[in-house]
């Protein structure tokens, strides 16, 4: 089979043979971070006059759908971590983009986002959880983010959605090895296992003007928005893709009746990942968030029904654990897809709120 693979031999053949302990968390999880550095997958996006690689926002969606197709878990962290450096490369602080790029996209220390507290209160679901008070010139942070991705044992910094003492939200990074910081053990998860998920509590944590990222949350997470989606859809992307192409090759004789359904998958999965990129390219989803909702949810929708297909042309052997541990790998990984924030309840209850329809994206 033929996948996309705009990525570097070694690194294929790891993510091939590490899939499913990456999966089960047989794989180390301190192992992932540094083998997708050692790619410069870190690089791709960012200006080469701080230490990128060049490129656009659709070359990162691009990479992340590579490493999906092998494994969800290698292509969520990948995403959490380009998130962050997302969020240092659009912060109007200069200081703390240029003190932490380096080991970023290096992969010598994880970046992680904890913003679906953010993006869930921007829409009105949720209380932020992380509250601050002024203390001299200042502050000290309490809360808690009950679930982070890239949170390397090995040391992180995290991007934490913050109540400010006049009640105004801001973006603050804290970094693992403050006094107060708690990380959790690793989440007991059903799938994704050796990604660093875990909880962190803040306790009276102290950080500098230095170490906020955006002073004005409610003007700045619009804007970032679209990348931190974008770049999260690639997993959707990713996944559909690869168990198309799996369902492809086992549609042999007496299976074309599926053909029609993959076709449609295929045109479907084609159409919305074009919008993605065009809608990137122009910089369209600032203004217009609904478009970019809608492909959220038409790609997760692609993705799930394409693991469907491929059980479907697969059939039994499916349900073997030997033959079938790709397919039960992904039919887990593509459970996670919809709960993700934004959830597809969530993106669905703004569409109706707007009386705009969540039907197709393009
Ligand atoms: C493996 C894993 C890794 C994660 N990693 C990260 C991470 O790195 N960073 C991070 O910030 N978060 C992360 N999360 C959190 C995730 O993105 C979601 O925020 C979280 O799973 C949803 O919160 P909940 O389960 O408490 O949903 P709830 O808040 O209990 O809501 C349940 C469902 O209803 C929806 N909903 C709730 N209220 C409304 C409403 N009023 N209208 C419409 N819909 C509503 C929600 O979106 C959700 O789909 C992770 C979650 C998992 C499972």
Not at 47 to 76: H, W
Request: charged share 20%.
């Amino acid at each position: 089979m033929t996948l996309t693979a705009p990525l570097p031999a070694p690194l294929t053949s790891w993510l091939d043979q590490a899939a499913a302990g990456l999966d089960t968390g047989a794989v180390a999880p301190g192992d992932l971070l540094p083998r997708l550095a050692a790619a410069d997958l870190f690089r791709i996006g960012a200006p080469e006059g701080l230490g990128g690689a060049g490129g656009t926002a659709a070359d990162v969606v691009e990479a992340i759908a590579a490493v999906s197709e092998r494994s969800l878990a290698a292509g969520f962290v990948f995403w959490g971590h380009r998130a962050f450096i997302e969020y240092l490369l659009q912060s109007p602080n200069a200081a703390l983009r240029d003190r932490l790029l380096p080991d970023l996209l290096d992969g010598r220390i994880a970046g992680a986002t904890g913003l679906s507290n953010a993006m869930k209160f921007l829409a009105g679901l949720e209380e932020l959880q992380v509250s601050a008070r002024a203390d001299g010139d200042g502050l000290r942070l309490d809360g808690k983010l009950p679930w982070v991705t890239n949170l390397r044992a090995e040391g992180f910094h995290v991007a934490a959605a913050v109540a400010g003492p006049d009640g105004r939200p801001f973006v603050a990074s804290v970094a693992y090895d403050r006094a107060g910081v708690t990380r959790s053990p690793d989440l007991d998860l059903i799938a994704l296992r050796s990604t660093s998920t875990a909880a962190l509590k803040l306790d009276d944590v102290a950080i500098g003007a230095d170490e906020v990222i955006a002073s004005d949350a409610l003007d700045w997470c619009p804007k970032v928005r679209p990348a931190f989606l974008g770049f999260q859809i690639g997993m959707s992307i990713g996944l559909a893709r690869r168990a198309l192409a799996e369902a492809r090759e086992a549609a042999g004789a007496g299976r074309h009746a599926l053909g029609t359904e993959l076709d449609d998958a295929a045109v479907r999965l084609q159409a919305a990942t074009d919008a993605l990129r065009k809608g990137l390219a122009d910089a369209a989803f600032v203004a217009r968030p609904a478009d970019l909702f809608r492909i959220r949810i038409a790609l997760a929708e692609v993705a799930n029904d394409a693991v469907g297909l491929e059980l479907q042309a697969s059939g039994g052997k499916c349900y073997l654990t030997g033959p079938g541990e790709g397919f039960a790998r992904r039919w887990r990984e593509a459970a996670f897809l919809p709960v993700i924030t934004p959830s597809l309840v969530q993106l669905k209850a703004a569409l109706a709120a707007q009386g705009a329809p969540a039907g197709r994206a393009a």
